[in-house]
């Protein structure tokens, strides 16, 4: 065990090894305390720029998952593919020679464990993205029954039967009407600013 661990920490695994400590550690604490607020996609995800990862020649899924996720997972990678090259072909250089090989090395080492580390994460990509976090209703156009007592142009609630689901939706009428609890109701349109709908009686 301590072999293992003296390996680990020595050049050239440690160029990865440390850095995989740190990530996973920064990848724990933002799932434990959510500090990217649920999205992913934005703030701390690598979808800074998706094109960097076409330059680099990398699937895309690479540039949309989280960035603790990305970098936690290929250093890991980086780390078993540093480590078995080291028992088996950079323990045999020395000198110059070990780390004229090992470094340039490392590049390649980590450029092929973002490939791997795309290939599995790849499932994991309609998880990741921002486009699919949400869908999006529209409402407009469905039957509805009133919910509240009645329904004014102030306020009032209306609740869709859909899939054997309830909807309960914000309601408001324009001008006078006479629409109360149990009235079927049609939704015309959404509010411009707020989040309710204008109805219209049946």
């Known amino acids: ?107 390649v080492i980590y450029y092929l464990s973002l490939h791997i580390s795309a290939f599995v994460l790849k499932p994991l990509g309609p998880v990741f993205n921002a486009k699919n976090a949400f869908a999006k209703i529209s409402y407009e156009g469905m039957r509805a029954s009133v919910r509240s007592n009645q329904i004014s142009a102030e306020h009032g609630e209306v609740v869709i039967r859909q899939d054997g689901n309830e909807i309960q939706l914000d309601a408001y009428i324009e001008g006078e009407g006479d629409i109360h609890y149990g009235d079927e109701v049609v939704i015309i349109s959404k509010h411009p600013s707020l989040e309710k709908y204008l109805v219209a009686k049946i």
């Open 1 to 107: 065990m301590s072999a293992f661990i003296n390996a680990l920490l020595s050049y050239p695994v440690v160029i990865f090894s440390v850095p995989f400590c740190l990530f996973f550690g920064l990848m724990l604490i933002d799932l434990i305390f959510d500090l990217s607020d649920g999205s992913l996609g934005d703030a701390d995800g690598v979808d800074l720029d998706s094109g960097w990862s076409a330059k680099l020649m990398l699937p895309p899924i690479v540039s949309q998952v989280p960035l603790p996720v990305a970098l936690t997972v290929s250093s890991f990678f980086a780390v078993v593919l540093t480590y078995y090259l080291d028992q088996y072909l950079f323990g045999l250089l020395s000198g110059a020679v070990f780390y004229a090989v090992t470094v340039p090395a490392l590049f």
